[in-house]
């Protein structure tokens, strides 16, 4: 018997076993979740990070100099 899961985009039932998409049920579903990453509608909770440029110098230098 194999396993099933919910499609975490559409939450349809799809198997785990040979799915190529897994853990989604489809390219679709897998694109669609790609899309929400890209446009930061998913966020990991922390603390905002520091932002550099290329050269290394954070914002508190450049407004020094």
Known sequence: ????????????ETVWENNPCRPFCSDRCR???LGAWAQERYRIPGEEAEI???????E?????Q
């Open 1 to 12: 018997m194999s396993r099933k899961i919910k499609c975490p985009t559409c939450r349809k």
């Open 52 to 58: 550099r440029s290329d050269d290394g110098e954070d």
């Open 60 to 64: 508190e230098t450049r407004k020094r």
């Open 31 to 33: 694109l669609i979740d």
